[in-house]
């Protein structure tokens, strides 16, 4: 099993509507990034959290540290938000980044 | 200011070559690590550098290699190369060690591809 476990693995959405995408770790975490891979390579990062909620724009990311789960929410989505969307967790033990598998966001117009 | 760039952006390499990559990351971060990213493996870890010292190194074997200068400028060396080492070798930067106040900015990355 994974330590940082991405779901859904692909989501295609129409443009508009509200999206989620989860992350769920098994191993203690200092902090879990949010980032996101467009086609290319190009990685961006989008949110770097250790408690609680933060919105930037239409994206909103939360962390539930007892559950040891996150969210990362689009709304209104756009198919310009058509992407990879990868969590990574830090880990408390060693401080290495433990990345997801990610999730491939299509948007359709 | 610019962002984290690589060099090369592109690179073919034949098996038992060696390759060399550079990173250059943003003015005044110190910190920069390495990931290699495959369509199976995802991203994985290869180490991190930070005032010229490797602070963090990840499960790969020995044949591939960092170093950072004291411009934090850094590169990481494949020796022998094999047909798996084929990935896309991303680079990021970061002001501080500590990844979790320090938020990690990315390169576009260097396209390996080994025949």
């Known amino acids: 099993k994974n330590e940082v476990e991405q779901s859904p693995q692909n989501l295609t959405a129409q443009e508009g509507e509200f999206i989620t995408i989860n992350c769920s770790y098994s191993v203690g975490i200092s902090a879990l990034h949010w980032l996101q891979q467009h086609p290319g390579g190009g990685i961006v990062s989008l949110f770097m959290l250790s408690s609680g909620k933060k919105k930037h724009g239409r994206l909103i990311a939360t962390i539930n540290i007892q559950e040891k789960h996150s969210s990362l929410h689009i709304t209104a989505s756009h198919p310009r938000d058509s992407a990879v969307y990868i969590c990574?967790?830090?880990?408390?033990?060693?401080?290495?980044?433990?990345w997801g598998a990610g999730t491939k966001l299509i948007i359709k117009p | 200011k610019a962002g984290v760039t690589q060099t090369p952006r592109y690179l073919i390499k034949t098996r038992g070559q060696q390759v060399t990559l550079s990173c250059s990351p943003i003015s005044g971060h110190r910190s920069v690590s390495w990931y290699q990213q495959t369509p199976g493996q995802g991203l994985q870890f290869l180490f991190e550098?930070?005032?010229?010292?490797?602070?963090n190194k990840g499960n790969f074997p020995g044949r591939f290699s960092g170093r950072q200068f004291s411009n934090s400028r850094s590169e990481m060396n494949v020796s022998t190369l094999e047909l798996g080492d084929s990935a896309l070798y991303l680079c990021?930067?970061?002001?501080?060690?500590?990844?979790?106040?320090?938020?990690?900015?990315f390169g576009p990355g260097t396209r390996l591809t080994v025949l």
């Open positions: 990021a930067s970061s002001e501080g060690i500590r990844l979790q106040f320090s938020e990690q900015f």
């Open positions: 990574a967790a830090l880990a408390a033990s060693n401080y290495q980044l433990i």
């Open positions: 550098y930070f005032s010229e010292t490797q602070r």
